[in-house]
């Protein structure tokens, strides 16, 4: 079996595939962006050098790529280009323009253009990624009602290539996921709960999924304990997600938090 | 020329059209539900006796009716209703459950039903609705583009009948409007306008619409000083709307409050 490269950004994902990543394998950091995976020298690259980087995981004997963890888009500094990865430049720009999608898409394109095989974080650890089923707590009708219609809005929102979130209750939209991210906007759900119209009423649910038709390989939504206290912060009855489609992150963490504030967790 | 009724909810347009309705008028305001029009006996309805007071609008004489401000959904006591006005439950509730539009929709049908006329505010006063082009400001190419990007997001929420707006800056959506309103989303883009990757490029644009295929004569969008100063108070470029589609609420003082903080408001 050929060797695994990580390519790592922030938050617990890369240290949690670390952990469990079989055979040999290197860690990758985006200079400026440095992971939370301890103790391992990564190798680190630029998006203006990303063809001597390929090159380089080729000689290494990597054959298998990794990708987890946020990354924002780098600030590029146009000395720093070599030749090669220069004539990359404008594949990359016109995807940009349409989209974080379309960059992703493009990114993977190029690393299989180098015979390099672009796995997603479940083929790793299966157990990240959550088939249906409720995991804890009991969701009413109700709250079923809630995540459809946020479900819905989710879907409409991948439209135009924004946001994989949203919070509803009772039937209302409370808030859309945005730039900020998921904790940004339960902060917001829990400043504005009080325009929930019936305050005994169903609490709210809120929904996560990837855009439709996004390479599930690279970037997709997660929860995990902070999730869950940010959610009961804003009074929600839930965290519901597609199935197959979200990132559960620390599981046990996760599910002690859920049930220690009675909050469900529902894969759908 | 019957008499008109303004339905009056929150805010400043109840006020701004009480000044220039012609000919005789009444005020109606909903139970618990106060509007900003001062030094007028208002007639109070209530939803759950919602046929006798069409029928003494019409008793009164009137035959053209404005909805003017926002309306929350009332909390609904059973016991309250009369007997007539229970047998247009269903069809109230069967509207609900299929979003806001689709209830006013059907509150327009039944003032029809009525034979009461329903006209937008811009029959009233056509200089509440500006037609297309640029109040004050120079907009900027890049901010034409975040108009446009903010613009498709806006329609795409509108398809799951949520929000009517939305904050983009350098392409990217700072924030989306849902039921918290246009300031709650202002606020939030302020909260995260540390997020534009590029601090020396456009500052972004926040832009409103009213949802597609939405009855214009109730629930416009707006806009008016305070959103200017919230706008400002994001760090924004401008204001964009969809020309002919939103109110702009006390014109002069909008106007004043964009010059000094050199802001564009643009009808596109």
Redesign the interface.
Known sequence: MSATALIAGTGALPRLLAGVISGDWVLCEMEGFPSSVPGIEPVRFRVERLVPFLDGLVDRGIGRVIFAGAM??P?LDPELFDARTATLVPRLLQAM?SGDDATLREVIAIFEDWDLEVVGADQIDPDLVPGPGVLTGNPTNADAADADRAA??VA??G??D??QG??VAQ??????E???GTD?MLE?AA??QG?R??PDGARGVVFKAPKPGQDRRIDLPSIGPETVKRAAAAGLAGIAWEAGGVLLLDRAATLAEAEARGLFLWAR
């Not at 039937?171 to 859309?176: H, Y």
């Open positions: 924002r888009r600030r323009q819905a809005i409409a929102l439209s135009v924004i946001g949203a919070v039937g209302l939209c409370l808030a859309v945005a730039l900020p940004a917001f400043l504005h325009l119209p019936n």
